[in-house]
């Protein structure tokens, strides 16, 4: 008479245990394809996207948030981060 009670239990865990696996894939997809289609730019390749010079964006990388520093003197830009930060920058300026 315990087989009963014992397999609903046993249906949740299992159930519970596919969702996590689940998820888990699916945030591990989503990961992997913001990466694929994000590209790191140089400040000349930046620097036409935004109209500004690469002058001006090695001195505002700081402030930049798709700056990325890959070493002491090396910095890129995120492609996604700047169309990102454009169309942020566009409606809060209409607003």
């Given amino acids: 008479m315990q087989v009963p009670n014992e397999i609903p239990v046993n249906l949740g865990e299992l159930f519970l245990k596919l969702m ?3 998820v888990r894939e699916e945030i591990r997809t989503l990961i992997e394809d913001h990466r694929e289609k994000d590209r790191l730019l140089t400040a000349q390749e930046s620097a036409k ?4 010079s690469p002058e001006w ?3 505002n ?3 930049l948030p798709f700056t990325r520093r890959l070493g002491p003197k090396m910095l890129r830009f995120s492609q996604l981060g700047i169309e990102k930060w454009i169309t942020t920058w ?3 300026s209409r607003a």
């Fill in 49 to 52: 996207m935004l109209a500004v």
């Fill in 57 to 59: 964006l090695y001195r």
């Fill in 20 to 22: 996590r696996q689940a």
């Fill in 90 to 92: 566009a409606t809060t």
């Fill in 61 to 63: 990388a700081k402030k």
